[in-house]
T-cell receptor
């Protein structure tokens, strides 16, 4: 069966510090991968998605970046965090080739920027 | 106009009642529609998906889709306190777009 893991689960970072969130998927090949952010009391905002190694599409211009160095690994990064980067970050995957397919989410990473 | 709109609630219903959650979307090219449940502090989990106009039933849950009206709904019959959560409507024209969610409280 397929599983998705992301880490760390919780982190508190000062403004201006770097960020790295990691996500890995097991049990499937060439998944579509996604990073979403959920601000407090808000819906999910799509940040990045990837259909293959090295292929990243950005939805919202911001100080975040994403990379996919391996087929089942997706990384969200920032060089300098802003207060507005606080939120609940969710990695997700979907069945490759099915753009109408459902998403499967990781456990989430809660980021607080102070 | 937001791509996916939901009443933010909160919606409160007594135990055993029917909870009705509504959602509208803007992209007429959308092909698939999803309802996710999210407990506080947790990641969303899929409840149902629907692709065709009409009703789709799964246990106590019924999803309804009307593409002409660009409207999706979720009915929860015999609501239980454990159904208390935020319900997210999602639409997939190419990449999944979510509404802000409706918070549901089921009171014992």
């Amino acid at each position: 069966s397929q599983t998705i893991h992301q880490w760390p689960a919780t982190l508190v970072q000062p403004v201006g510090s770097p960020l790295s969130l990691e996500c890995t998927v097991e049990g499937t090949s060439n998944p579509n991968l996604y990073w979403y952010r959920q601000a407090a009391g808000r819906g999910l905002q799509l940040l990045f998605y990837s259909v293959g190694i090295g292929q990243i599409s950005s939805e919202v211009p911001q100080n975040l970046s994403a990379s996919r160095p391996q087929d089942r690994q997706f990384i969200l990064s920032s060089k300098k965090l802003l207060l507005s980067d606080s939120g609940f970050y969710l990695c997700a995957w979907s069945v490759p080739g099915r753009n109408t397919g459902e998403l499967f989410f990781g456990e989430g990473s809660r980021l607080t920027v102070l | 106009q937001k791509e996916v709109e939901q009443n933010s609630g909160p919606l409160s219903v007594p135990e055993g009642a029917i909870a009705s959650l509504n959602c509208t979307y803007s992209d007429r090219g959308s092909q698939s529609f999803f309802w996710y449940r999210q407990y506080s502090g947790k990641s969303p989990e899929l409840i149902m998906f629907i692709y065709s106009n009409g009703d789709k039933e799964d246990g106590r849950f019924t999803a309804q889709l009307n593409k002409a009206s660009q409207y999706v709904s979720l009915l929860i019959r015999d609501s239980q306190p454990s159904d208390s959560a935020t319900y997210l409507c999602a639409v997939n024209p190419l990449t999944m777009r979510f509404g802000a969610g409706t918070r549901l409280t089921v009171k014992p």
